[in-house]
Nanobody, 125 residues
Framework: QVQLVESGGGSVQAGGSLRLSCRRS????????VGWFRQAPGKEREGVAA????????YYADSVKGRFTISQDNAKNTVYLQMNSLKPEDTAMYYC??????????????????WGQGTQVTVSS
């Protein structure tokens, strides 16, 4: 079993920054995929960014490229999502998720097995 705990959410004005953290514990492999997803009220959960913790390969949704950066600290079993130039449309509950292997699509929620409880991000205009 794997546990994930997100932190770092909050309220900011447009143009501001936040850094989210996702700490893994429990039965984890050194190489796992970790993804960040978000869900706004009334909308589907969508993939934002993902990282292969073994190779460091990263993927981003087009909507956040150039603004968000996913990174990792393997010694702390933690993955970060640095969010810059935030927009009101970035407002959502943000979740991290993990799985041992991604088969096809790193930003697809169906690929992931374990999920955190989420952290709220609110961006005001």
């Amino acid at each position: 079993q794997v546990q994930l705990v997100e932190s770092g959410g909050g309220s900011v004005q447009a143009g501001g920054s936040l850094r989210l953290s996702c700490r893994r514990s429990g039965y984890t492999y050194s190489n796992m995929w970790v993804g960040w997803f978000r869900q706004a009220p009334g909308k589907e959960r969508e993939g934002v960014a993902a990282i292969d913790t073994g190779s460091g390969t990263t993927y981003y949704a087009d909507s956040v490229k150039g603004r968000f950066t996913i990174s990792q600290d393997n010694a702390k079993n933690t993955v970060y999502l640095q969010m810059n130039s935030l927009k009101p449309e970035d407002t959502a509950m943000y979740y991290c998720a993990t799985v041992r292997l991604v088969r096809f699509a790193p930003l697809s929620k169906s690929e992931y097995t374990y999920w955190g409880q989420g952290t709220q991000v609110t961006v005001s205009s």
